[in-house]
């Protein structure tokens, strides 16, 4: 067997057992709520890296996410609706707000896109603030019902709501998997390479950009639903830039050369370190800047290409060592050098 | 008949103007090409022609249709396709990959069958897939790239990423096709089988409109001549009127030897 097929026919597998077995391997409702923020911020982090396969660099995701979140919300306690139409419902309206704001947004290039983004999702979460009677303000908004069960699960432990999270993240997976292996993924790709070649055989940059944009935004809005329903309160300190700023970090760590497997490692990892190290979330900001430039520095093409990056180092100090005056590895670290 | 026409085409840039009332037609089947001195708004007009930037002035006509002003995704899908003066291509992209890009309009796979379509349900998805690629393959063959399907198209020598540009246009489907210095930075023969190529095209029922600087091409492989200076057309005809056109020489070729 090659070594392909190998990854495909056995790789594969033990990893999606590996994701089903998660909650019993860490069986502890504190790892179980880990496992439960991986795979949230996952999506949101698949949802990026969607969105910059057109070329377009966003810093406004959490904003998309608030959005599902807070229609959730209302759709269960205002309108009454169960949780299991609201959520993908929110899903529906984060994607027709990603659709009409790409319409308006994606016109605009790189910095001026990435600027836009940002207003938005401050937009979204002044509203929250300076709207107190019907979206909570800074107070957030309180008494969020837990699904009802399913199947006979009820929602009261974290098993049920792992599996949940694991499945949207699954749909998420199957979504990307598909369309970057078709037409769509090579045109999202030609779009960010080359604008005017992609266009000049006939590609309508707008239209591909917006599905781009939505299909990453309706992913957000069900995380948003699934997120508001498992705290059963939201605030709007939950949506601030910052975590759509460590959202797009979870891509760029875990590689953004790798579509899918790259965010679920980035936020597995970035989850996952704070705790290692007992960090406070102060120190954890601090921690996240600097694994950030250390990656960004040393393994630009994210965590997964470490194996890769190891080979340029190896060759490079291979190089380096014919050379009288020794190694000065921080000269030779730098990949391209 | 004409199957490219502009009418009092201009395109001004603040008070230069590049392209200036220009009236030019294309007949279907011939291969034309655009001569002139640098900056006398060769590129503008492929530019304007194809949408990637409005006319001042005057229209443009394709098949008897209007199509001044509209994008140029919608120009391309009409089948007026162009390809780049520089070398532009997809710098991530193995060379399979360009053609299947330009392979675009083609394609009718839609949205809801890229994420249903798994191989022990209907069976529509992978044999479009299939088809693209035999395609591919074969636009390969004719441009002499085969066997170098999966190498980045950056590491392919230059006078292959100039056919590679071809390649995308050839790709999606053109009735006409502008070619903006097809063989600039080609040696003698790469140029020789880009011009037998260009008659390849043709022979395809494609016509063909050249943008060039190389003399000996243009005067090879031509039917007919444009000549502009100064945005403005000064001259029209067969390759040897335009050897002979006394305007032609004072602005553009010199003396008569060089040209030769």
Redesign the interface.
């Known amino acids: 067997m090659s070594r392909r097929e190998l990854a495909k026919w056995v790789g594969l597998p033990l990893l999606a057992l590996l994701f089903l077995a998660a909650p019993f391997i860490f069986n502890d409702p504190y790892y179980q709520h880990l496992l439960i923020l991986i795979c949230t911020w996952s999506i949101l982090a698949l949802g990026f890296l969607l969105i910059l396969s057109v070329g377009q660099f966003t810093i406004g995701h959490a904003g998309f996410m608030a959005i599902g979140a807070y229609a959730s919300a209302l759709l269960t306690t205002k309108v009454g609706v169960s949780f299991w139409f609201a959520l993908p419902l929110a899903a529906v309206i984060a994607a027709i707000f990603g659709a009409v704001m790409g319409w308006v947004m994606l016109r605009a290039r790189m910095g001026a896109f990435l600027l836009l983004t940002l207003c938005f999702a401050e937009v979204v979460r002044l509203t929250i603030v300076y709207w107190p009677s019907l979206l909570g303000g800074r107070a957030g908004f309180p008494n969020i019902p837990r699904p009802d069960a399913i199947f006979g699960m009820a929602f009261d432990s974290k098993f049920p709501y792992y599996y949940l999270i694991l499945f949207l993240l699954a749909v998420m997976v199957?979504?990307i998997y598909?369309?970057d292996r078709?037409?769509?993924g090579?045109?999202f790709?030609?779009i960010a390479?080359?604008p005017?070649?992609?266009?000049?055989?006939?590609?309508?940059?707008m239209r591909y950009k917006i599905?781009a944009f939505t299909v990453a935004c309706f992913f957000a809005g069900a995380a948003g639903s699934f997120y508001a329903h498992y705290l059963t309160f939201l605030s709007p300190e939950y949506f601030t830039v910052w975590k759509s700023l460590i959202v797009q970090m979870y891509a760029i760590i875990g590689g953004i050369g790798f579509m899918i497997a790259g965010p679920i490692a980035g936020a597995a990892f970035l989850v996952v370190l704070p705790e290692l190290l007992r960090a406070t979330e102060t120190f954890s900001f601090i921690l996240y800047g600097a694994v950030f430039i250390l990656v960004i520095f040393f393994i630009p093409g994210g965590l997964l290409s470490l194996p890769q990056q190891v080979g340029v180092w190896r060759q490079a100090l291979r190089r380096r060592a014919k050379i009288p005056g020794g190694i000065r590895p921080w000269q030779y670290l730098r990949p391209g050098s | 008949m004409a199957i490219l026409e502009t009418r009092q085409l201009s395109k001004h840039f603040g008070g230069l103007a590049a392209v200036s009332e220009l009236d030019m037609e294309v007949r279907e089947g011939e291969i034309l090409s655009v001569i002139g001195p640098n900056g006398a708004g060769k590129t503008t007009l492929f530019n304007v022609v194809t949408g990637y930037m409005p006319p001042t002035a005057g229209k443009v006509f394709f098949g008897g249709e209007d199509i001044t002003g509209l994008s140029p995704n919608r120009i391309a899908e009409r089948g007026l396709v162009r390809t780049f003066q520089e070398t532009v291509l997809f710098a991530r992209f193995p060379v399979i990959a360009h053609i299947l890009t330009g392979l675009f309009m083609d394609s009718t796979t839609t949205l809801w069958e890229t994420l249903l379509n798994t191989p022990w349900w209907f069976q529509s998805f992978r044999r479009k897939r299939a088809e693209s690629l035999q395609k591919a393959a074969e636009i390969l063959e004719f441009l002499g790239l085969k066997g170098s399907e999966l190498m980045l198209a950056t590491n392919l020598p230059h006078g292959h990423q100039r056919l590679l540009g071809v390649g995308i246009a050839l790709a999606a489907n053109p009735k006409l096709l502008l070619m903006d210095e097809p063989v600039t930075g080609m040696n003698v023969e790469e140029a020789n089988f880009a011009m037998s190529l260009m008659r390849g095209i043709r022979e395809r029922g494609i016509t063909v409109v050249l943008v060039e600087h190389d003399m000996r091409t243009v005067m090879d492989i031509s039917d007919r001549i444009v000549v502009l200076n100064y945005g403005r057309k000064i001259a029209e005809g067969t390759p040897s009127e335009i050897r002979a056109n006394q305007e032609v020489i004072d602005a553009y070729l010199g003396v008569e030897e060089d040209v030769a």
């Not at chain 1, 005017?196 to 940059?205: D, F, K, R, T, Y």
């Open positions: 199957f979504v598909r369309m078709s037409k769509f090579l045109t790709k030609s390479q080359n005017p070649l992609a266009q000049s055989v006939g590609v309508h940059l599905l």
